[in-house]
């Protein structure tokens, strides 16, 4: 997908400079203030390991000076990242994210093409019913005036705000917006959000791009995502499959972050999808992977002579050159360990290979489900095998 979407892949260290986080992301966000993994090195650095792959990826744009070269203003990571919050079904302290980034791209139009590739990853992988979410949270210009009128709004009802709400009123009160607690009643209270002429154009445009592209979307006001770097577009996509922590991707536009980190103006956009999430929300109630079995078989040795084992190991070598997936057992397992592994594994197949099998140069195949077995010659295997698991 990232290829047919123009994109080149990056990969950045697990861990950076404590810094490029409490600068990139925000010093008084959740992820910078309670969830950052953050150590000494020998050398008295201050690292941490990545909460988050945008700053990662800005620095490394920066740092290589991916500006001039015009195929890397593209970029996607596919990275795990640590949060230290507390763990809870779809929360993880490990977890492992797709990134996607556009660097220099002004246009509303990145943010839809953004947009339209996290929907379009999730169809190709077969989630159902994914919900977008999106939002426009202004720029500096217009931002600065509705923060202040916000914070007198929400001053008022401060008595009724939670202890967190009550601390973001002073230095962020938007995120008050999006708390799980209290986001209901800040909404209520909150006043209508006055975009400037520019974001309002960018809004408009962005949306008259999806409506025209078939994707529907709800419009979200109180998206306001959880990282300080965002300007104009935000979203967030959502799985009904999920429980509370229920986003399976986040992201867009940053206009002012590559300069904040030291670079000149240059606009980006992007979004992460979170893997863990995506599986859970596809795999829910899904008992095992039914696909499994359909291309695999099952190797079981009995008490081979040597002669015996590289007779098996040549054909389980030459299964898997022609794209057969072979289990093997724990090589001086029981029969009967190897057969309790065999109906374990999810194939469908088992082959038994014995010294008799291999003087003459024949594999017993055992149907696992219903325990039915016949024989043939070694140099039909393959195509019989074939024909079986088509079949
Ligand atoms: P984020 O919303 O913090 O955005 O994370 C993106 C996605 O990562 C979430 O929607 C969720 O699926 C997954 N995720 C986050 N935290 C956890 C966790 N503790 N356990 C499991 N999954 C989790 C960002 O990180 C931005 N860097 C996205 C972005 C890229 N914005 C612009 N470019």
Same mark, same amino acid.
């Given at each position: ?7 080149? #892949? ?7 400079? @404590? ?7 925000? #010093?008084?966000?959740?992820? =910078? ?13 201050? !690292?941490? !390991? ?6 990662? +990826?800005?620095?490394?744009?920066? #740092? ?31 977890? %492992?994210?797709?990134?996607? %980034? ?7 139009? @990145? ?19 994914? *919900? ?20 007198? +709004? ?46 309002? +154009?960018?809004?408009?445009?962005? #949306?008259?791009?999806?409506? &025209? ?27 009904? $499959?999920?429980?509370?922590?229920? +986003? ?11 300069? /904040? ?25 899904? *008992? ?7 291309? @695999? ?14 007779? *098996? ?5 030459? /299964? ?27 194939? %469908?197949?088992?082959?038994? =290979?014995?010294?008799?099998?291999? $003087? ?11 325990? $039915? $077995?016949?024989?043939?010659?070694? @140099?039909? /295997? &393959? ?9």
């Amino acid at each position: 997908m990232a290829r047919l979407w123009g994109f080149e #892949e990056i990969r950045t260290p697990t861990f950076e400079e @404590a810094g490029l986080f409490s600068r990139g992301v925000g #010093e008084n966000t959740d992820i =910078v203030e309670k969830e950052m993994y953050v150590f000494t090195d020998r050398g008295g650095r201050q !690292l941490a !390991l990545r909460p988050e792959g945008t700053a990662c +990826a800005v620095r490394a744009y920066l #740092e290589n000076n991916l500006s001039q070269k015009e195929n890397s203003r593209r970029l996607f990571y596919i990275a795990n990242m640590f949060r230290a919050e507390r763990p809870q079904a779809g929360r993880y302290r490990e977890f %492992e994210q797709i990134g996607f %980034e556009i660097f220099a791209d002004p246009s509303p139009a @990145a943010d839809a093409e953004l947009i339209t590739l996290a929907l379009a990853i999730l169809n190709e992988y077969g989630l159902k019913n994914p *919900a977008l979410a999106i939002n426009s949270i202004g720029c500096p210009n217009c931002r600065g005036p509705y923060r202040r009128a916000l914070k007198e +709004a929400l001053d008022k009802i401060a008595g009724e705000l939670c202890e967190d709400c009550q601390k973001r009123l002073d230095k962020n009160p938007l995120r008050c917006l999006d708390c799980k607690t209290c986001g209901p009643k800040a909404q209520a209270a909150a006043p209508a959000f006055a975009l400037c002429a520019q974001c309002a +154009a960018h809004e408009s445009t962005v #949306e008259s791009l999806l409506r &025209s592209n078939d994707v529907s979307f709800k419009k979200d006001r109180s998206i306001v995502r959880g990282l300080d770097y965002y300007t104009r577009t935000v979203f967030e996509i959502s799985a009904a $499959q999920l429980g509370a922590q229920n +986003a399976v991707a986040g992201g867009g536009r940053y206009d002012g972050l590559v300069e /904040l980190l030291g670079g000149t103006p240059t606009p980006a956009s992007g979004f992460a999808l979170g893997v863990d999430r995506v599986i859970e929300a596809k795999t829910a109630g899904q *008992a095992v992977d039914s696909a499994r079995g359909r291309q @695999a078989v099952f190797a079981v040795m009995v008490k081979p002579s040597s002669a015996t084992l590289d007779y *098996a190991f040549g054909i389980i070598h030459d /299964l898997r050159k022609q794209g057969i997936a072979v289990f093997t057992p724990g090589y001086t397992d029981s029969m009967k360990s190897q057969m309790r592994q065999a109906g374990r594994s999810g194939a %469908e197949l088992a082959l038994i =290979v014995g010294d008799e099998e291999c $003087q003459n140069q024949r594999v017993v195949i055992k149907e696992l489900g219903s325990g $039915q $077995q016949e024989t043939v010659i070694r @140099a039909q /295997l &393959s195509a019989h095998l074939k024909n079986r698991l088509n079949s």
